[in-house]
Structure formats: C-alpha cells, structure tokens
C-alpha cells in the first residue's frame, strides 16, 4: 500500500475516472466550432445547456457525465483512504471530499438547467429579476456555487497534501500554479457576477467563468496524471 492509500491497482480507475472527467468538463469549448448564438466573452458557460438553447441538450449530456465521473473517481479514492488509517491525513481527505463535492453538484446541475439565458435575453434577464423564471434558476445558482466551492477545496487542500505529504510529485510541483490562478479567476468571475446583478455591465463575465472551468479542468487532468503517475511508482 502506498503512502496515500491507492494501489496500482485502485490508482487506475480513480485515474481514469478523473481524467475523463476533465475531459468532459471541458465540452464547452465546443462552441468554438458550432453555432451556439452565445458570445463567449459576455455570457455564462451554464447558459449553453439553457433550455432553450438548440444544443443545451448536448451541453446537459456532457455537463452530467463530468460530474458523474468526477464524482465517482473522488468518492472511490475516499473509498480507499477510509481502508488505509496512514493515508488519512487531514488534507487528503479534505480534499478528496471536495472532488466528490464538485462532482455531485456538476450532475445536479445538468438536471437543474436555466430556463432561458439571462446575459443575452434582456426579457430573460427582467423576468428573472422580478422572479418570473423557473425554480430551477435559483436551484441552478446553489448546486453550482457547490459545484466550485468543491472544486476550489479539492484544488487547494490535494495540493497542499502534495507538497505537505510528499504524495503527487507533478501535482506538488504545478499545483501551485493553478492553486493561484484558479483563485485570481474566481474573484474575477464573482466580481463580474456581482456587477452584472447589480445592473452595471458583466464584465467579460463569460471569459472570467470560462477561465475559471477552463483552470478546474487543468488541474484534474494533472490530478489524474498524478494518480496514475504514483499508482505505477
């Protein structure tokens, strides 16, 4: 048994579970190629699986087997911690709780979609202001706050234990890196976020959120890589 609970033979599905995890996470990108009707710049990643939106189908698809994944690769290596009382350190856990977090919420997310797009429809946007929409705006809004504050608690704490514990030497080495831009990325995005509600512009509220997925997808590729990377070690 390994130092942080995961085998040869248990790193690989937690692996490959997170690895295309990332992978899916990152189906957004698609708009670059299809005809979303969506500026990139201005409006919410979430708002491509709007249910009006031509392709939200597509983007709820993909939206719901990266949260699953994720959620599946966090919680089988929670699985393997809980039989491993010398990897249980406080940081790992914490960590791979916050995974299982953020996947959990990214599948709830897909079964909770806006109704409409606020950033591009100013109707949609008046409706939901005056609390017209469906339930599932607001619903939408809780599950994906859950979704990154459990991507932000898996970046910061896994990294942490990389560094602290010795564990995930291309995690412990890159991780930083990602730890601060991920964090300099979400301030943008909740700054826009709160410039938008408040009527004063959006900010480049789309490239800052896209930026933001874009960094949680990097970092659980490099997760993944780091896994299979120590699993074969």
């Known amino acids: 048994m390994s130092p942080h609970g995961l085998t040869a033979r248990t790193a690989r599905p937690v692996a490959v579970l997170i690895g295309l995890g990332a992978l899916a996470y990152t189906a957004w990108v698609l708009e670059v190629v299809l005809s979303t009707g969506l500026d990139p ?48 350190r406080p940081w790992a856990v914490v960590g791979w709780c916050g995974v299982t977090l953020f996947g959990a919420a990214t599948a709830a997310d897909a079964w909770l979609p806006l109704s409409c797009t606020p950033t591009a429809d100013p109707e949609c946007a008046a409706r939901e202001t ?16 859950l979704a990154m504050t459990g991507a932000i608690v898996g970046i910061v704490a896994l ?39 408040a009527g004063h512009g959006n900010w480049a ?3 800052g959120q896209r930026l933001q997925v874009l960094l949680v997808a990097l970092w659980l590729g490099l997760l993944a890589y780091s896994v299979h990377r120590e699993g074969r070690t």
Do not use: K, N
């Open 130 to 145: 005056a609390g017209l929409v469906p339930a599932t705006h607001q619903a939408h809004a809780v599950s994906s706050g």
């Open 41 to 88: 710049v201005q409006t919410y990643v979430s708002e491509l699986a709007a249910q009006d939106q031509p392709l939200g189908g597509l983007f709820r698809a993909t939206d719901f087997t990266a949260g699953l994944l994720a959620f599946a690769g966090g919680l089988l290596a929670l699985l393997r911690l809980a039989r491993c009382a010398e990897s249980r």
């Open 205 to 207: 509220l789309g490239a």
């Open 159 to 197: 990294t942490v234990a990389a560094r602290r514990y010795g564990w995930f030497t291309p995690l412990a080495r890159f991780g930083p890196v990602l730890v601060v831009l991920q964090l300099l990325a979400t301030v943008w995005t909740l700054c826009a976020i709160a410039m938008f509600t």
